[in-house]
T-cell receptor, first 110, second 114 residues
Framework: RKEVEQDPGPFNVPEGATVAFNCTYS??????FFWYRQDCRKEPKLLMS???SGNEDGRFTAQLNRASQYISLLIRDSKLSDSATYLC???????????FGTGTRLQVFP | NAGVMQNPRHLVRRRGQEARLRCSPM?????VYWYRQLPEEGLKFMVY????????ESGMPKERFSAEFPKEGPSILRIQQVVRGDSAAYFC????????????FGPGTRLTVT
């Protein structure tokens, strides 16, 4: 079983739609969580950290449920520029390694 | 504040040659991480270094791969006697501290082995 699992998608949604991605992690020692965004053939870019209390940054909301070992990302009012692969990432408490999911592809169409 | 810099951006090597990939972390960052991304796959951790020290190399192949982060200069990932399977994007990331830090990625080096 992979340490971080995501639905690879693709999610094809129209502009203005709300879309949610889920992610599960298997290592309870994971300390911190992040969502990164990766455009085709580019480097991953930090989108937001994920806190237990939930956090929001504009149209993006991230949630963490430690009991269920589950992370989510909600994107409201999707824009064409949101089209990318979204990577769920766990930071191991013991090793400081970032463990990446394989990503969820989002395609927003006009 | 310049971001993480990597060079070269693209590198072509023939089988058996050596590949040297360089990474300069963000200013003020002393922690460097190398990741490899194979086509259509996720990023995989390779090695974590601090200045002059390898902290964790559990993701590095046992042979042909080495990494260093000298006191002065960039971090270097060296691949000796490259094979076709080494073709991938190699990303470097840096962070200012260890515990729970966000990591910032460089643009990557795309290695193609012919």
């Amino acid at each position: 079983r992979k340490e971080v699992e995501q639905d690879p998608g693709p999610f094809n949604v129209p502009e203005g739609a709300t879309v949610a991605f889920n992610c599960t992690y298997s290592n309870s020692a994971s300390q911190s969580f992040f969502w990164y965004r990766q455009d085709c053939r580019k480097e991953p870019k930090l989108l937001m950290s994920v806190y237990s209390s939930g956090n929001e940054d504009g149209r993006f909301t991230a949630q963490l449920n430690r009991a269920s070992q589950y992370i989510s990302l909600l994107i409201r009012d999707s824009k064409l520029s949101d089209s990318a692969t979204y990577l769920c990432v766990a930071l191991s408490y013991n090793t400081d390694k970032l463990i990446f999911g394989t990503g969820t592809r989002l395609q927003v169409f006009p | 504040n310049a971001g993480v810099m990597q060079n070269p951006r693209h590198l072509v090597r023939r089988r058996g040659q050596e590949a040297r990939l360089r990474c300069s972390p963000m200013k003020g960052h002393s922690h460097v991480y190398w990741y490899r991304q194979l086509p259509e796959e996720g990023l995989k951790f390779m090695v974590y270094l601090q200045k002059e020290n390898i902290i964790d190399e559990s993701g590095m192949p046992k042979e042909r791969f080495s990494a260093e982060f000298p006191k002065e200069g960039p971090s270097i990932l060296r691949i000796q006697q490259v094979v076709r399977g080494d073709s991938a994007a190699y990303f470097c990331a840096s962070s200012p501290r260890r515990e729970g830090s966000e990591q910032y990625f460089g643009p990557g080096t795309r290695l193609t082995v012919t």
